[in-house]
């Protein structure tokens, strides 16, 4: 079974700083994806950033980047220029590529301050 | 174009009641899943329909049970509701076939209070 385990509940930011979330997961697998979802008390999740396991490059969107350690089993989350919308709780998802069931970690909440 | 719908947003039922909830896909999706996110936890994949069949289940009771419509829109369904039940389901839906998008789409969830 795939496991996702995001080791800081909470984290703070001031704002323009730069902040990195981290995310570790357990898999047999050799191909599937992994994601950060941010979901802010309006509850809806919002996709940030996909990287396919595949690829060795590190996905990148706008402010927003990973770094991919495949052998580490790593895909942390750094967040560049940290703005007050930024605050949410940030979820890494695993999911393997012939399926499209999402595994979850708990989360981490992420407070970005003025 | 409308995203995924989700309704009723809020919800309280009585403990052994059972309750109904409703998902519409995002236009062109064929494919929906439900999560339940307990409050302070990640969401907890329930089941995947497509093709009006449960393809994939997490580790849920008979309980929890589904159904996909030939539109696509697909209802969870909650028996002998327990207060462990009380969250917040999600539901997200994307396109099945490997290689195409597979970025889920979800919605604002129905919050389920059982009392």
């Known amino acids: 079974a795939q496991t996702v385990t995001q080791s800081q509940p909470e984290m703070s930011v001031q704002e323009a700083e730069t902040v990195t979330l981290s995310c570790t997961y357990d898999t047999s697998e050799n191909n599937y994806y992994l994601f950060w979802y941010k979901q802010p008390p309006s509850r809806q999740m919002i996709l940030v950033i996909r990287q396919e396991a595949y690829k060795q490059q590190n996905a990148t969107e706008n402010r927003f980047s990973v770094n991919f350690q495949k052998a580490a089993k790593s895909f942390s989350l750094k967040i560049s220029d940290s703005q007050l919308g930024d605050t949410a709780m940030y979820f890494c998802?695993?999911?393997?590529?012939?399926?499209?069931?999402?595994?979850f970690g708990a989360g981490t909440r992420l407070t970005v301050k003025p | 174009d409308a995203g995924v719908t989700q309704s009723p947003t809020h919800l309280i039922k009585t403990r052994g009641q059972q309750v109904t909830l409703r998902c519409s896909p995002k236009s062109g999706h064929d494919t929906v899943s439900w999560y339940q996110q307990a409050l302070g936890q990640g969401p907890q994949f329930i089941f995947q329909?497509?093709?009006?069949?449960?393809?994939q289940r997490g580790n849920f009771p008979d309980r929890f049970s589904g159904h996909q419509f030939p539109n696509y829109s697909s209802e969870l369904n909650v028996n002998a509701l327990l207060l462990g039940d009380s969250a917040l389901y999600l539901c997200a839906s994307s396109f099945m076939t490997v290689g195409m998008n597979t970025e889920a789409f979800f919605g604002q969830g129905t919050r389920l209070t059982v009392v």
């Open positions: 329909y497509y093709e009006e069949e449960e393809r």
């Open positions: 998802a695993f999911m393997k590529r012939e399926l499209n069931d999402m595994r």
